[in-house]
Nanobody
Framework: VQLVESGGGSVQAGGSLTLSCSAS????????IAWFRQVSGKERDGVAV????????HYADSVKGRFTISEDNLKNTVDLQISGLSLNDTATYYC???????????????????????WGQGTQVTVS
C-alpha cells in the first residue's frame, strides 16, 4: 500500500481545510488509517484515526470538535476535515496505516509510532 496526502496549503486563521489521503496498491479496509501532525522541531502526534470499513473513530483531545476523519470506500481515501484553524495547527500532516489492535477497539489515540506500518510523505499546512 502507498499513501499519498494532498490538500495542504496556506490558510487564514479561522478558516477550514480538507486533507485527503489516497491509498493505492491494496484496499485499506480493516486497517487503522491515522492522521498525524508534526510541528517543526517536535515529535509527530496522532490527531485522528479511523478503523477502515467501520464508523470507529478517535481523536486527540486537542482537536476534538474541530477535526473530522472520514473515508470513502469507493475511492479508497481517508479525509481529514479541519475547521476553526489556528496558528497552532501549522504543521506537516501525515497519513499513516497503523496496525490494528487485537481485542477492544482496534484503533486508539495516542498512537505509538512503532505501530505505524506505512507513512505518507506528508503535506504542509500553514495558518497565518
Amino acid at each position: 500500500v502507498q499513501l499519498v496526502e494532498s490538500g495542504g496549503g496556506s490558510v487564514q486563521a479561522g478558516g477550514s481545510l480538507t486533507l485527503s489521503c489516497s491509498a493505492s496498491g491494496s484496499n485499506i479496509r480493516y486497517n487503522c488509517i491515522a492522521w498525524f501532525r508534526q510541528v517543526s522541531g517536535k515529535e509527530r502526534d496522532g490527531v485522528a484515526v479511523i478503523y477502515s470499513g467501520s464508523d470507529i473513530t478517535h481523536y486527540a483531545d486537542s482537536v476534538k470538535g474541530r477535526f473530522t476523519i472520514s473515508e470513502d470506500n469507493l475511492k479508497n481515501t481517508v479525509d481529514l476535515q479541519i475547521s476553526g484553524l489556528s496558528l497552532n495547527d501549522t504543521a506537516t500532516y501525515y497519513c499513516a496505516l497503523v496496525q490494528p489492535l487485537l481485542g477492544g477497539s482496534p484503533c486508539r489515540i495516542p498512537i505509538p509510532e512503532r505501530d505505524v506500518r506505512i507513512w505518507g510523505q506528508g503535506t504542509q499546512v500553514t495558518v497565518s
